[in-house]
């Protein structure tokens, strides 16, 4: 099920453009327009599910095959000496974009730990 109003249905429609890093039946991957880091990819479910707070039984498979897909993706990257995967969730968790995402920030030693 996809939202009309929301940005990242249309890239994975193909209404708006992305560079597409890695897709599947479940998984959706492309490159961050403003990265933050020399790998910056955007992992999301095909499935337009708002953010982290939404996920339940019903759509836990996107997670699973997102996680798959990070894997591999990282495989694809080089990233072999590690990565970091964060999710923003809602208002106070920092989310822009309302259609659940996983940045991988890799490619350089990361700083600024929060936790
Ligand atoms: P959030 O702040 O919701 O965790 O992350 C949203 C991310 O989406 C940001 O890093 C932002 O740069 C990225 N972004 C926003 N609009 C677009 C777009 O149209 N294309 C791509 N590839 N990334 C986008
Ligand atoms: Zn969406």
């Known amino acids: 099920m996809k939202d009309a109003n929301c940005i990242f249905c249309k890239i ?8 597409k890093v890695y897709e599947d039946e ?6 961050d327009i403003n990265p933050q880091a020399p790998v910056h990819i955007l992992v999301l479910p095909k499935e337009h599910i708002c953010c982290a707070d ?10 699973a095959k997102i996680f798959e897909a990070i ?9 072999e000496k590690g990565y970091r995967v ?4 809602g208002e106070d968790g920092g989310q822009t974009v309302m259609h659940l995402h996983y940045h991988i920030l890799g490619g350089v030693k990361l700083s ?4």
């Open 26 to 31: 479940y998984v959706f991957a492309m490159r």
């Open 54 to 63: 939404a996920i339940d039984e019903s759509n836990s498979v996107y997670v």
């Open 86 to 89: 964060i999710n923003n969730c």
């Open 12 to 19: 994975i429609d193909g209404a708006i453009p992305s560079t």
């Open 112 to 115: 600024e730990k929060i936790i």
């Open 71 to 79: 894997a591999k993706i990282a495989k694809a990257e080089g990233l």
